[in-house]
């Protein structure tokens, strides 16, 4: 009964010490999101200011894996040179390694002292103060982790069990590498392998060598999470963190065998005691940091050799970071960028009808089927993005910006889904059977397109500057729309009591297409409906009620 307590005991202390990690993540970027990021990016023009980038980032994020996915994803989209990712990476594995030792370092006192001040911030304050807060409180509970796993490790000293099971990894290596690696990567971090090592050296029940070999597991095993995270992404983000593994693995084989060797020498030089295991943690990592870091350039181009590019998914999502979703206003910006490049792709559909109609010319039609099934999976990626997107209660405007940007991209998809099944077969029977609109029916139809081009482009500008007045012109474009709509139907009901041949042989497919291009304007305008409604400006109905005092003619939104 006894040993299931303190396997209780130690279960709990390790569960705090990953939540308390997991909250001084979350504080950071709350606190510092895009900021850290701006740093990390920009700190990457010189070798040893990418180490000390990856090493800053690591210290304040406490996760050298969260800091080796931010990497890859600037790698991914060119803001980073790929040897220079690899030198970030080293910095991130001293940092973590920094890490841990302040902790084994950190005073007991301090642990409440710092949830007190962390839980004040956060109950009062806001934004990048309540962020603070956060990480001030993930510290102090890393700290009183800290403290816990000391307790519970205490009574392992006289347990007859663990000592023979000790025994038996001291005799075998191999095996211990593996089991460490193993709890390292169960739990997505060799910070809490170390820590948990360094509570149970901290209990006498550790051989130096042994030491060095459970710390070696632990950088082994903290490599591995990162390229699982990386394993759907292109091949530029796999690539990084596939080095870093790669590092960290010819240091642990190097090592290994050295093993008792370094441990003696650690002895000698007064290293040995309870704090050995960060001691070892903070020499490797300084050691293969030194090792590595000219050879980085090398490694990015064995890392190319390894995982060459793939052919790339036709207009795959370029914006949508999945680091940045904890940081609302960075993520907010990213999927913005992501739809405006799905309503370029509904412009090119559009245009690419218009040549077809002017030029009778069908190959134009052949792009635009793949084009269509472009935005409907780009959009569907937009929505999933917005959904994971971490929103603090209270933030009414995130939430807004969230709902204007998945109605832009469900707009968007329905114009795509008109131009495929509607003007594409309209297009392409005009053509295949050689109907020919009258002279004013023509000039009626391509004139309408040319309008709704131009509507799709102010709707873009407005989608991202929520200009008020645009909006106003667009609203207005509606009602142009309507207007050109009706008139052109009747000039061409006209034509057909004047009987001309030309109009009664395209008779359906002119009113088609001018359906078509008002339901495709009405989709457009959608864009502006939120920035009018948020002034006052719209109204539920254009129904006119003369009787009931409300105005005889309204917008509609």
Same mark, same amino acid.
């Given at each position: 009964m006894q040993s299931v307590i303190v396997m209780i005991n130690l279960a709990g202390a390790?569960?705090?010490?990953?939540?308390? =990690?997991?909250?001084?993540?979350?504080?950071v970027l709350q606190a510092f999101g895009g900021r850290l990021r701006a740093v990390l990016a920009a700190g990457t023009r010189r070798s040893w200011r990418a180490l000390l980038s990856g090493l800053g980032a690591t210290l304040a994020l406490q996760s050298s894996t969260a800091t080796g996915l931010m990497t890859a994803s600037f790698v991914e989209r060119g803001l980073v040179e790929p040897r220079m990712a690899q030198v970030v990476l080293l910095g991130a594995n001293i940092g973590t390694a920094l890490t841990a030792w302040i902790v084994a370092a950190g005073i007991a006192w301090l642990s409440p002292v710092l949830l007190l001040l962390g839980f004040a911030l956060r109950r009062n304050g806001a934004g990048p103060r309540q962020g603070a807060g956060i990480a001030l409180m993930g510290v102090g509970l890393l700290l009183l982790s800290l403290h816990l796993l000391s307790l519970a490790t205490e009574p392992m000293r006289a347990s007859p069990a663990l000592a023979a099971f000790i025994g038996l990894l001291d005799d075998a290596w191999p095996v211990a590498l593996l089991l460490s690696a193993g709890l390292a990567l169960a739990a997505a971090s060799s910070l809490a392998v170390v820590i948990l090592v360094t509570a149970l050296a901290a209990a006498g029940i550790l051989s130096d060598g042994l030491v060095v070999v459970l710390v070696l597991g632990a950088n082994l095993g903290g490599a591995i999470p990162p390229v699982l995270a990386t394993s759907g992404a292109p091949m530029a983000a796999r690539r990084v963190v596939l080095g870093n593994l790669v590092v960290r693995g010819c240091g642990t084989l190097a090592v290994l065998p050295l093993a008792d060797r370094l441990g003696d020498a650690l002895t000698n030089l007064g290293l040995a005691g309870p704090n050995l295991p960060v001691d070892v943690h =903070?020499?490797?990592?300084?050691a293969l940091a030194l090792a590595a870091w000219p050879l980085a350039g090398?490694?990015?181009r064995l890392m190319r050799r390894l995982l060459p590019d793939t052919p790339q998914e036709r207009n795959a999502p370029k914006f949508l970071d999945p680091t940045e979703l904890s940081t609302p206003v960075v993520a907010l910006a990213s999927a913005? #960028?992501?739809?405006?490049?799905?309503? !370029? =792709?509904?412009?090119?559909?559009?245009? !690419?009808? #218009? !040549?077809a109609f002017r030029q009778r010319d069908p190959t134009f039609l052949r792009g635009i089927e793949p084009l269509e099934k472009d935005v409907d999976r780009l959009q569907q990626a937009v929505k999933i993005y917005i959904a994971q997107i971490s929103h603090d209660e209270g933030s009414d405007k995130a939430h807004e910006r969230s709902a204007e940007i998945v109605d832009y991209a469900i707009n968007l998809e329905h114009i795509g889904d008109i131009i495929e099944k509607g003007l594409v077969p309209e297009i392409g029977k005009m053509v295949a059977f050689d109907l020919r609109f009258s002279d004013e029916g023509f000039r009626e139809l391509d004139s309408f397109m040319e309008t709704t081009i131009e509507n799709l482009r102010m709707a873009q500008t407005i989608f991202v500057t929520r200009d008020l007045d645009l909006s106003r012109r667009l609203m207005d474009a509606k009602l142009t729309v309507r207007q050109i709509e009706k008139t052109s139907a009747a000039r061409h009901f006209q034509r057909l009591r004047e009987n001309r041949r030309a109009s009664i042989e395209t008779s359906s497919l002119h009113l088609d297409i001018l359906r078509d291009l008002k339901r495709i304007n009405a989709h457009i305008a959608s864009v502006a409906h939120p920035i009018m409604d948020a002034e006052g400006l719209l109204v539920e109905s254009r129904v006119r009620h003369g009787a009931s005092g409300l105005p005889s003619s309204v917008v509609s939104n």
């Open positions: 390790v569960a705090l010490l990953l939540f308390g =990690l997991a909250e001084v993540k979350q504080g =903070l020499l490797f990592n300084l090398s490694l990015a913005t #960028r992501e739809v405006l490049g799905v309503g !370029d =792709l509904v412009e090119k559909m559009l245009c !690419d009808v #218009r !040549d």
